[in-house]
């Protein structure tokens, strides 16, 4: 069995629940820096540069045309051809990834004491994952050769499928898949709950029949709060280290930011903006496939073969797109917030949660405005902080009472 050392129960017992309003603390601030820099670097180069390298290399070398020729030997029939070559391709790709998966997920979370996990508890999700891989995979493969190879428009009706199925996996990722990877029971503190619940309605949330704590302190370090599902799924999800290292106003600062999501039709939104990029994305790579017929044994349109060159072509065209989506998404998020503020009324409740997550998380508050620009999906925290302090301005908000004076980031 691994086991990291963990210096971190030190650093951990300095984030009281106790402490409101938090303040950071100095020596977490350096650490965050290099942690976020070293992290954004290895999610370019795992997440982007290496996976495009791969890609290239697995359809110029021939060898996706060797998989596919493996897989015509199997069998006759296109389908299967097409299965086979998938659980190959994936397992490749999947073990091929492994190494860093391991070293970021598992032993530099350690390093930094921001995990909890055991190397086996590790694997296992790991084996869960490559599980719910083929599970997912193989049949969306299935379906979009199958569309690729008897409609003229494939495009279209590939783009209509990626999003009726993006609202699928809404309704069942808090019903199926978080159960899979965490232990998730029912929050207890029924006062709380009708308190959430009241929070909920007048979001235009109804029917919120379940509140639900996960047990990421099995894992991670790192707190949260989300609302998930549709209609009857529909579900508040408190993860244990909020409720364990956070006040209860700062708990419901973070619903409350969630729930905003809900009533500015976010999800909406987004699925509306996949589609305005899904169709043009789909429309290029169909004019890719057919420029590609007779390179590195690609003998047809459909041809298995060409499938890194769909994957290649798709992650660059949305990692050129990315700074697009990220600046919406954050303003998404900006939003969320002041929904919070003018639910909770409670600023003081918005910054101390910011600071705090920034510290459990050692997430950077103050990065770079160009890598902020480029890779961020969510706005810095100072930033954030800075749009609490211009809510309190317009509300005429002074909380002379709490005997501190929260304003320190000129704006």
Known sequence: MIKMPDDSKEEE????????PYEYKPHLRKKSKIYSKNRLIAGLVNGFLLPSLFLAFFLISGLSAIVRDFARGLSDNFYVQVAIYGVIFFSFVTFIDLPASFYMGYIYEH???????????????????????YLFSIPALLIFYYLLSNFQFWWVIAGLVILIFSLLVTAVVPVIL?????KV?????????????????????????????????????????????????KRI????????????????????????????????KGIILDGVTIFPVLFAIDYILRSSVGLWGIYAFNDVAGFPLILLSSMLINFALSPISNAISRKFEMDADTFSLDMTNNPLAEISLEKRLADLDLEDTTPSPIVEFLFYSHPSVEKRIRNVYRWMDMHNYRPREHGRDFRGIPY
């Open 185 to 233: 029971e029912p929050y207890t503190d029924e006062e709380h709950k009708r308190h959430l619940r009241e929070m909920a309605r007048k979001a235009g949330v109804s029917n919120i029949e379940k509140i639900l704590v996960v047990h990421e302190s099995a894992k991670s370090k790192k707190a949260n709060a989300a609302f998930a599902g549709l209609g009857k799924t």
């Open 178 to 182: 978080i159960p899979i990877f965490y």
């Open 13 to 20: 017992n300095l984030i009281k629940k106790e402490e409101f």
């Open 237 to 268: 999800l408190l993860f244990d280290t909020l409720l364990e290292k956070f006040t209860r106003d700062e708990v419901e600062a973070a619903v409350a930011h969630e729930l905003g999501h809900y009533a500015h039709k976010d999800l909406i």
């Open 111 to 133: 390093k930094y004491g921001l995990s909890n996990q055991t190397a086996k508890s590790w694997f296992v999700d790991f084996f869960k994952s490559l599980l719910l891989l």
